[in-house]
C-alpha cells in the first residue's frame, strides 16, 4: 500500500515556474515508476509526464514537452514536476500515481495508487 501527498500547487501568472512535489509512504518507493496526470474542468484526466523506477526511462505527453520535467528522490521518497513556461492551458488538478514494478506508463489504468492533488491555476 502506498499514499501519495502532492504539494506545490498554486497561482502563477503565465511564463512563470512551478515546482510540484508527491510524496509517497513505504518502504518500497523505489520500486515503483511514477507518473503525473492532470484534469481541467469538464475535461477527462490526462497524462503529462511519468518516469521508471531508477528515472533512466522518462516520457511526456507532447503538450508539455521542453517546458515540463519529471524527476525523483528515492531517499525522501518524492517525485517532483518542475514546470516552466507555464501556459493558462496548463491550468488543472494535477495527480501523481504509482505503479509499482511497471513501465513509465501514459495510460492512467496502469496506476495503482493515486494522491488526491493539487490546483494549479495560470492567469493570462
Known amino acids: 500500500q502506498v499514499q501519495l501527498v502532492e504539494s506545490g500547487g498554486g497561482l502563477v501568472q503565465a511564463g512563470g515556474s512551478l515546482r510540484l512535489s508527491c510524496a509517497a509512504s513505504?518502504?518500497?518507493?523505489?520500486?515503483?515508476?511514477m507518473g503525473w496526470f492532470r484534469q481541467a474542468p469538464g475535461k477527462e484526466r490526462e497524462f503529462v509526464a511519468a518516469l521508471n523506477w531508477s528515472a533512466s526511462t522518462r516520457s511526456y505527453a507532447d503538450s508539455v514537452k521542453g517546458r515540463f520535467t519529471i524527476s525523483r528522490d528515492n531517499d525522501k521518497n518524492t517525485v517532483y514536476l518542475q514546470m516552466n513556461s507555464l501556459k493558462p492551458e496548463d491550468t488543472a488538478v494535477y495527480y501523481c500515481a504509482a505503479n509499482r514494478y511497471g513501465p513509465a506508463s501514459n495510460r492512467r489504468a496502469a496506476y495503482d495508487y493515486w494522491g488526491q492533488g493539487t490546483q494549479v491555476t495560470v492567469s493570462s
Open positions: 513505504g518502504r518500497t518507493f523505489s520500486s515503483y515508476a
